[in-house]
């Protein structure tokens, strides 16, 4: 099993050292004036294909069900070492990740960027809440994986992958503290420290409450990170041309 570990995280080291090299060779080659750009972002850049590339493989062992071992014992271990008297503590925090909050949040930020004449904040926050809302939708319409059953849980709508609260929540804590790194700079790791504060209390809470395994979880927070980092680099690449 460890050996198996380490193969795969070669594995992964060398697909994303050869993706991001061929990035920086594709955009010398064809959009010479975003090399500046790119080499101030290469930690970025680097960050958003890990994200890619550990999303892709979480969901290849999803649809091969090869994570069950490992989900089912991570799951009974939470639930079995944390006391149930937090169980109410976690039921208000995983409100705090739910569409019927977050939405009517991001139109009211979304417009108050606007009014405020941030535009580029304004769409980076709304696209990267829709966009994650629709990629939720989409694949639990796809991936019909069934909700843990180890013991009895709320019912919530949908497949099990990915979580949909942690997705969302991700895509717009992420976007969230890259608006306000925009507006207030000095602000900017503050506002990350809450925002990975937030979305990881969130994710906790559905692996604590029983109603995701841990790689749907794992997974909706590769892919709600990887949203609002790639619009935000593609929107200011844009606007070097």
Not at 105 to 131: D, G, P
């Amino acid at each position: 099993m460890f050996f198996e570990f380490i193969e795969n995280i070669v594995k992964l080291s060398i697909i994303i050292a050869c993706l991001y090299f061929s990035i920086i060779i594709y955009v010398r080659n064809k959009h010479p004036t975003w090399s500046g750009p790119l080499e101030k972002r290469r930690f970025t850049i680097l960050l958003v294909l890990i994200l890619a590339v550990v999303a892709i493989k979480i969901s290849e062992d999803v649809l091969y069900a090869e994570s069950g071992a490992f989900d089912k014992a991570v799951l009974l271990y939470i639930h079995n070492h944390l006391p149930a008297s937090l169980n109410r503590f976690f039921e208000i925090i995983t409100v705090s990740g739910s569409l019927k909050l977050l939405l009517p949040l991001t139109l009211i930020l979304t417009l108050s960027l606007f009014y405020a004449k941030r535009r580029f904040e304004a769409l980076l926050l709304a696209s990267s809440v829709v966009s994650a809302a629709m990629i939720v939708y989409l694949v639990k319409t796809l991936v019909g994986r069934d909700r843990p059953l180890l013991w009895q849980t709320a019912w919530y709508w949908g497949s099990s992958f990915p979580s949909g609260h942690t997705l969302v929540v991700s895509a717009f804590a992420t976007a969230a503290a890259l608006c306000v790194g925009s507006i207030w700079p000095t602000k900017q790791r503050l506002a990350l420290s809450v925002a990975m504060l937030w979305l990881g209390s969130v994710a906790f809470s559905r692996l604590v409450l029983g109603v995701h395994w841990p790689t749907d979880v794992l997974a909706a927070v590769c892919i709600g990170i990887f949203i609002p980092l790639m619009m935000n680099m593609l929107i200011r690449l844009r606007n070097t041309e």
